[in-house]
């Protein structure tokens, strides 16, 4: 029901934009939020973006750097973005969304596969 894309090899201080489709009208009840998980650490939630208030929130090592974006007009999908600027090499990790049924990204209901994002000079 989810998939990223988006991902791919930066220097430090470039941009992304990640984005998510999420094929199903039920998913506009579902929080959305990003994930990211780098090799030998544990999974962090780095931003989240509720359903009908669109209201959002951010990991204190992202503040200021990501924002987090959500287009509900297509009833048959929803897209919801990440955009990202000034990357670190901190930032590499596989970046996944996952949706919540409610206000709160938890990942409890359906995840992507992921996509790679690479930080380096």
């Known amino acids: 029901h989810l998939v990223e894309s988006g991902g791919g090899v930066v220097q430090p201080g470039e941009s992304l934009r990640l984005s998510c489709v999420a094929s199903s009208e039920a998913l506009s009840y579902y929080a959305i939020g990003w994930f990211r998980q780098a090799p030998g650490r544990e999974r962090e939630v780095v931003s989240c973006i509720t359903s009908i208030d669109f209201n959002t929130s951010y990991a204190d090592s992202v503040k200021g750097r990501f924002t987090i974006s959500r287009d509900n007009s297509n009833n048959l999908k929803n897209i919801v973005y990440l955009q990202m600027n000034s990357l670190k090499p901190e930032d590499t990790a596989v970046y996944y969304c996952?949706?919540?049924?409610?206000?709160?990204?938890?990942?409890?209901?359906?995840w992507g596969q992921g996509t790679q994002v690479t930080v380096s000079s």
């Open positions: 996952a949706a919540d049924y409610g206000t709160s990204c938890l990942g409890n209901d359906y």
